[in-house]
């Protein structure tokens, strides 16, 4: 069974910086994608970028996300990070990292996730 742990989420500052991270139990390169959603309170899950595990790797960004976030990977560590800047009291979520091996990510594989909380 494929498990994916996030981690480095927390408490920041409006204006400040965290970097998650999601490590993979299996190669990356199992998978077609891995990617970031976020689940704030009382809102429905919503992609934040996903990364493609060909490659140099695609990405791709929801529109709230350009510009602050950035998507990256490192094959020899397993493991996919989320970079996000000038954090927003509206990015406090709980950032979920996903994985899969199709088109399909609701059938994939998701981590427990990890909370992010920015004060304003």
């Known amino acids: 069974q494929v498990q994916l742990v996030e981690s480095g989420g927390g408490l920041v500052q409006a204006g400040g910086s965290l970097r998650l991270s999601c490590e993979a139990s299996a190669s990356i390169f199992s998978f077609r994608a891995m990617g970031w959603y976020r689940q704030a309170p009382g809102k429905l899950r919503e992609l934040v970028a996903t990364i493609t595990n060909i490659g140099i790797g695609i990405t791709n960004y929801a529109e709230f996300a350009k510009g602050r976030f950035t998507i990256s990977r490192d094959n020899a560590k397993r493991t996919v990070y989320l970079q996000i800047d000038s954090l927003k009291p509206e990015d406090t979520a709980v950032y979920l990292c996903?994985?899969?091996?199709?088109?399909?990510?609701?059938?994939?594989?998701w981590g427990q996730g990890t909370q992010v909380t920015v004060s304003s």
């Open positions: 996903a994985a899969t091996r199709g088109d399909n990510w609701e059938s994939g594989y």
